[in-house]
Nanobody
């Protein structure tokens, strides 16, 4: 069974940078799966998570929601079964629990994702 574990969240100030990490285990074919970073704010259901960034299986194709383009970078390391999310110039409205998901294909909704971590909290003070 696939296991997904995020790390790297915490309390930062507006304008700061944070790098989130996500390690996947129990999946020998990590390099055949796409990955996505989503965020969820209080009051929203799991299905309403906002997709922040996705990477295809090889890591050479990525996508971002408009609000983070130019500030966030997703990267996938198939050698270590790890995907990262570098977040620069964070803003208070981006405070959320950030989740990492694994999927057979790139997708910007939670549909199709076959594994999720427990999330990591990112809090941004103004």
């Amino acid at each position: 069974q696939v296991q997904v574990e995020e790390s790297g969240g915490g309390l930062v100030q507006a304008g700061d940078s944070v790098m989130l990490s996500c390690v996947v285990s129990g999946r020998r074919t990590f390099d055949k799966y796409a990955m996505g970073w989503f965020r969820q704010v209080p009051g929203k259901e799991r299905e309403e998570r906002e997709c922040v960034a996705t990477s295809n299986y090889s890591g050479d194709t990525t996508s971002y929601t408009d609000s983070v383009k130019g500030r966030f970078t997703i990267s996938k390391d198939n050698a270590t079964n790890t995907v990262y999310l570098q977040m620069n110039n964070l803003q208070p409205e981006e405070a959320a629990v950030y989740y990492c998901g694994i999927s057979p294909w790139e997708g910007t909704t939670t549909d199709g994702y076959v594994g999720w971590g427990r999330g990591t909290q990112v809090t941004v003070s103004s």
